[in-house]
């Protein structure tokens, strides 16, 4: 079989922290790679970015880079992943902890003690799962929702965490859990419940050409961090990450095509699909 196309980037925290730095925030990327071939491409296009901060990103010669190849073909996707014990997210922050608005991490598994120390000091916990191979979706996951404020999935993961049938009884099953949950769902668009009100809000997303959907979820989520650290409401929270998502779709890989703040200029030029309020308000956000 041959591909079409194909492309190299950065993905999964990566994504999420390129996306971010992209729309202006000012991020940094805990980490751990190797210096290996995979290790020193990644440092070279993350080194590249400019708001991303990689103090904290740890180089570390006895790690094999982790590396996804990700093959996208008509309505489905498949990854094949490769990782060492060692690249996981380190239990401990050497030095200082820095002074942070979010922090974004996976709640897989137990958090570390440093996220803790983070929110104490007033940082919101924004946390996202991944996949479960096992199809066994364990409920344990959900008790570490009280340790987070922001709580960001897709609507598989939402409806088999919570053993529910639709996305909507999902998400009211989260939001008993968590102050504010966003569940994604495709091309359907987002639904979310209002942490504040307790209203249901499901927002579309726009309709564009994909061509690869690999890292829309984590372009999604730094959008909608973007939007809280502008205390936007949250439906416009929710169109600003899908309008966002729905760019990154039309490139491919995860980091690579994650929206700069002219792309998404030039496609709110070209579209009337979203509502005066909202579009003044990410329109006053422009750089």
Not at 66 to 89: I, K, N, Q, S
Not at 109 to 138: F, H, I, K, Q
Not at 265 to 273: C, H, Q, V
């Amino acid at each position: 079989m041959y591909a079409d196309r194909f492309a190299v980037s950065a993905g999964g925290t990566a994504t999420r922290s390129v996306a971010a730095a992209r729309l202006g925030l000012r991020t940094g990327l805990f980490g751990v790679i190797g210096t290996d071939l995979f290790g020193e491409h990644l440092a070279v296009r993350l080194a590249a970015e400019e708001n991303l901060d990689l103090t904290w990103l740890r180089r570390d010669p006895s790690v094999h880079t982790p590396v996804t190849a990700a093959v996208t073909h008509g309505h489905d996707r498949a990854f094949l992943t490769y990782e060492e014990e060692g690249a996981r997210r380190p239990e401990v922050w050497e030095g200082e902890l820095p002074h942070t608005r979010f922090l974004h991490l996976g709640i897989g598994g137990p958090l570390p003690g440093w996220a803790a120390e983070l929110r104490a000091r007033g940082t919101r916990v924004v946390g996202g799962v991944g996949w479960d191979p096992t199809g066994r979706w364990p409920h344990d996951v959900l008790t570490r929702l009280a340790e987070i404020d922001v709580f960001v999935c897709n609507a598989v993961e939402a409806t088999s965490y919570t053993r529910t049938r639709t996305v909507e009884e999902a998400v009211k099953v989260l939001a008993d859990l968590v102050p504010d949950v966003v569940v994604t769902d495709g091309a359907n668009g987002a639904v979310a419940v209002d942490g504040a009100t307790g209203e249901l809000v499901r927002v579309p997303v726009p309709r564009v050409p994909a061509v690869d959907p690999t890292g829309a979820g984590d372009v999604f989520t730094a959008a909608l961090i973007t939007g809280l650290d502008h205390h936007w409401p949250l439906p416009t929270r929710l169109r600003f990450a899908g309008l966002c998502a729905a760019l990154s779709v039309q490139g491919l890989g995860g980091a690579s095509s994650a929206p700069r703040w002219e792309a998404v200029n030039a496609f709110l030029e070209r579209t009337s699909g979203i509502p005066d309020a909202d579009l003044a308000r990410i329109r006053a956000a422009m750089p």
